[in-house]
Every structure is written in structure tokens, then in C-alpha cells.
């Protein structure tokens, strides 16, 4: 008989419900922890164990995975007072699935290496809908023999998992899909708009134009919500920002100029100006509208 | 028993040469001039008549289609000296179906239909392959009825063929194509240089980024083109300038704004300033790694 390793999991928010939920169904003891503890209700419910600390957490756990905002809340659930490292044995591993800058990450994997607890960075993308049906793509950095001891959990939450390399080389990974995720939306925008505001047929356009060199994820399905002017989030604005927050935090740090990431950066910024943050990542289509004097849908 | 109606065709370039010869396998009588003439021979081999002029190829057809490099060629070949519309009669159809600006184009329509000659634009994209194999993707301006006529004519060319609306419809279609082209391999370059910097392996990061919201056409193909270090064209930067200026001298026109496309410009500056006008467009990742001192491919 096979023993499941003990998972605790520390950040119950959208995405960390369907993930947890999904390694309880994967048959794994698990033991949550969440800055709001009422939220981890639907899982302690699906037999989840509730601990009062991120340190209680780690003390009933072989494999920790964390899923929170920011390199500053991985910091202190992590590093913090009654964090987890404080709970944390020799030999347990610590997977790290927020989005969160690839230096800090190597700073914490530092912390973490002098106890003899391993780290593992999976940042992941797929977004709500993904976390729900354990179809979440998730980018690995860290060990490669770590990575390989932890992959069928990882594998209880996700498709498509990749090793990349070393610590923080899942997070890079992870900037790298949010540069192209920005870069070809704000093409797309930009395109749309250029058509509309020479007079011409938009759902046409798009229509001619999405099945050859010209075509992307971002034009097939973003593209399709512009139309409508339909500007619901698939992923959030607020939560792009955080992102892009963090590529141009380590393009500053690895010395990296990126005009085009700017350039996106920028157009979003008209998004905040106009508090449009609870949007998905299309509505920087408003930006390119807004210069142009011309609505994409009249 | 139908007669087919007779095609002249001007411009036997590297599209024109597969895209007539698709005509006369569709069983058209195809009358062809080019301006090296020497160019025509595989395509009067095969059974096209050879004209002196462009005026009589118009005299030798009742559809005239036109596949040249720019506005001011096709001006030339339609409405200067021996032009073709010297040639036209009443209620010919003229198809250009070279990738110009779509104000010269209505300016075109506007002259011939003095004449009763009706024109469309029909841009293409899908390359010399697309031209050989007959699946061109085709996108068409000008009025509906005429199209309908038209396409069993351009079915026998290509196999995605979309009306888009009035003259120089299918022209702002192109342009479109070719912002969404341009701006999603900018992203491209810029992205996986970024994970290059990083020091991170990016063959494993464009195979993790590719099946989800930051795919693309571009990253796919080109990306892996990149990991190559394979410059070789599919779609030359020396065409590719021309349609960007096309496309900038529309947004001036049209008083559209076009920060990500100008970007894109300025980055393919850097192609033109070392001479790389017969590279593919993917070469633009040049300019990234000169400005982040940092090759893609080591």
C-alpha cells in the first residue's frame, strides 16, 4: 500500500479552492490555512483539515503549496511570525504556485535551503476554470529530482506541466506567457480598432484574419469578447498588473529592455486611471479607443 | 455549355506565377503581361497567351487581375501609359490583388468606374506556398454583387476568401493582418529574449507558452524558427516594411493612432539599418538582442 504524502496548502482564494479540492479528490490528507479562514469552509467541508497558521500547516505536512498574491505575502506566510518555515522538517518540500517575482523566489528557496526544505516555484495559468478542473498549465523551476518526487500532485491539479529549470525559472517561465499574453492583446486592440475607425466591417475582419499568420489565442478568444464589447474578465486587469509589476521588476534586475512590455504597461496604466481593474486584460482596448476618438462596437 | 470568362493577368512575380498557373488549371483562357517579360515563360509553357502591353492584356480579357509591388505600380500598370484601363469595356472587372494602400485603391476604383469598369481589392496572404498550392487566404473590398460574380475566379487561387465591404476594404483587412503579424512576433522576440537574459532554458519555455492564452501563429512557427536561429523568410522584412508603411500612411490618413504597430516600425528599423532586408520577419528579434546584449541562441 502506497502512503499519499501529506499536503498542507496555504492560500484558499479562487484559485487555491479548485486546486485543494481537487488534491482531496486525488485521495491526499490535506491541511489548509487561509488569511480569511472562512473561505476555506467549502473545502474543510470536502474533508480538509483546518490549521489556526501557516507553522501548523507546515508542522502537518510533507508538501507545502502556497498559491497567494504577491512575493510579499509568500514572504510572510513562508518566512513571516508563526510562518511556515517554522513548522517546516528536513526533507519536506515547499511548492510555491503564486505568481510572484523569480528573485524573490530565489531568496526564499535560500531561506528555505538552510533548514533542508526544498523549493519548488509552479506558477500556473489557466486561470479559474482551470484551477476547478485540474487542467491548470504549471511552469516548474526548482530541483529536477524535487520536481520529479512531487509531479503527481502537481499532476492532480494540472495538464500540462513543464520543467524549466532552476528556482525561479517556473516564474520567469510564467513572465514570459504574461508578455505574450499583453503584447499580442495589445495588437489585437489596436488591429480592431484601425479597421473600425477606417469604416470597415470588424466581425468580418476578424473573421478573415484569424485563421492564418495573424492568429493567436489573445485574437481568437479576446477578440471575440471585443465584438461584443463584452469586457468580463477572463483574467483581471488588477491581476495583470501585478504581473507586469513583476516583468519589469526583473527586467530592471537582469539589465533586459522591453519596449513592447513597456508599451503594454503603459496603455494599462490608462485602465487604472479610469478604475477599470475588475475588467479582464480586452478592456485595454478603452486605451487604444480612447486615443483614437473611435469605439471598436458603436 | 458555360464559356469561361477571360482572365488577364499582369504581375508574374513569385505569386503571380502560382496563381495564374492555378487559373489555367481551373481551365480559364489566361492572357499574361509582366514587366520582365522573360518571367511569363512558365506560365505561357503552360498555355497563356503573352501580351505586349497592359492595355492589351484588358483588350484580351473581361476579368483583369493584378499582382505588382506597390500603389504606384499598380497605377501604372492600370492608369499610366498603355495601362490596362485603355484596353477595358464597359462592364470588365479589374482584381487587384496586390497588397497597396487602401486610399489609392478607391482613388483606382474611382477612375475606372469613369470607364463602367468595376474594380475589387483582393489582398492575399498565405505566401508563396499558399500561391502555388491554391489556398491563399483572400480578403475583398468592393461591391458584393461584383464579388459574387468574381468568386469561382478567386476560388480557383485560394481557399479562405472573405468580403469585407466597399473598395479598399480588403486592403484595411490586410493591414489588420499585418499589424496583428508584426506586433504578436515583436511580443515574440521580446519574450523569449526576456527568458534568454534570465538565463533560462527557452526551448522549454516556448514549449510550456505555447498551448494556452499566450499562443499565437507567430509563436509557434516563427518562435521555433528563433530557437534555430533561423532567419530565413517566410514572409521577407523587405515586403514587410512596405505594408507597414501602407499601414502608417492609413493611420495618418484615418487620424488612427498607432503606438504598438509604430513600435513595431522603429524595431524593423534596426533590420533596414543592418541590412537585412531578405530576412524573414522573425530577424526583428535582432533588434531585441542588440538592445538587451544578449542572443537568443548561443
Redesign the interface.
Known amino acids: 500500500m502506497i502512503t499519499l504524502k501529506k499536503i498542507g496548502f496555504i492560500g484558499i482564494g479562487l484559485m487555491g479552492k479548485g486546486m485543494s479540492l481537487n488534491l482531496l479528490k486525488a485521495g491526499y490528507p490535506v491541511t489548509v490555512w487561509n488569511r480569511t479562514e472562512s473561505k476555506t469552509k467549502p473545502v474543510v467541508d470536502a474533508g480538509a483539515k483546518l490549521a489556526k497558521t501557516p507553522k501548523e500547516v507546515a508542522e502537518n505536512s510533507d508538501i507545502l503549496i502556497s498559491i497567494v498574491t504577491g512575493s510579499d505575502d509568500v514572504k510572510e506566510v513562508i518566512l513571516g511570525e508563526n510562518g511556515a518555515i517554522y513548522g517546516a522538517k528536513k526533507g519536506d518540500v515547499f511548492i510555491d504556485m503564486s505568481t510572484i517575482s523569480?528573485i524573490a523566489t530565489v531568496e526564499i528557496a535560500e531561506e528555505l535551503a538552510k533548514k533542508g526544505v526544498e523549493m519548488l516555484d509552479g506558477p500556473v495559468?489557466?486561470g479559474v476554470i482551470g484551477a476547478n478542473n485540474g487542467t491548470l498549465?504549471i511552469?516548474v523551476g526548482g530541483k529536477e529530482k524535487v520536481f520529479e518526487e512531487c509531479k503527481p500532485i502537481l499532476e492532480a491539479m494540472g495538464k500540462?506541466i513543464?520543467?524549466?529549470?532552476g528556482n525561479?525559472?517556473g516564474q520567469?517561465?510564467k513572465?514570459?506567457?504574461?508578455?505574450?499574453?499583453?503584447?499580442?492583446m495589445?495588437?489585437?486592440a489596436?488591429?480592431?480598432?484601425?479597421?473600425a475607425?477606417?469604416g470597415?466591417?470588424v466581425e468580418?475582419?476578424h473573421?478573415?484574419?484569424s485563421?492564418?499568420?495573424?492568429?493567436?489565442?489573445?485574437?481568437t478568444?479576446n477578440g471575440a469578447r471585443l465584438l461584443k464589447d463584452d469586457m468580463s474578465p477572463?483574467?483581471k486587469i488588477k491581476d495583470y498588473l501585478k504581473d507586469l509589476r513583476i516583468?519589469m521588476e526583473?527586467?530592471d534586475a537582469?539589465?533586459?529592455?522591453?519596449?513592447?512590455?513597456a508599451?503594454v504597461l503603459q496603455?494599462f496604466r490608462h485602465c487604472q486611471a479610469e478604475d477599470m481593474l475588475q475588467d479582464g486584460t480586452q478592456a485595454v482596448v478603452r486605451a487604444?479607443e480612447k486615443?483614437?476618438?473611435?469605439k471598436l462596437v458603436s
Chains 1, 2 share one sequence.
Not at 489596436?190 to 479597421?195: Q, S
Not at 537582469?254 to 512590455?261: G, I
Open positions: 523569480p495559468s489557466g498549465s511552469m500540462t513543464t520543467y524549466i529549470g525561479g525559472d520567469v517561465c513572465a514570459v506567457n504574461q508578455i505574450l499574453v499583453g503584447t499580442t495589445l495588437g489585437v489596436e488591429a480592431l480598432v484601425f479597421a475607425k477606417a470597415v466591417d468580418r475582419v473573421q478573415a484574419v485563421g492564418g499568420a495573424a492568429g493567436s489565442w489573445q485574437l478568444n477572463g483574467f516583468i526583473t527586467g537582469n539589465k533586459m529592455p522591453l519596449p513592447a512590455t508599451l496603455m487604444v486615443l483614437a476618438g473611435q
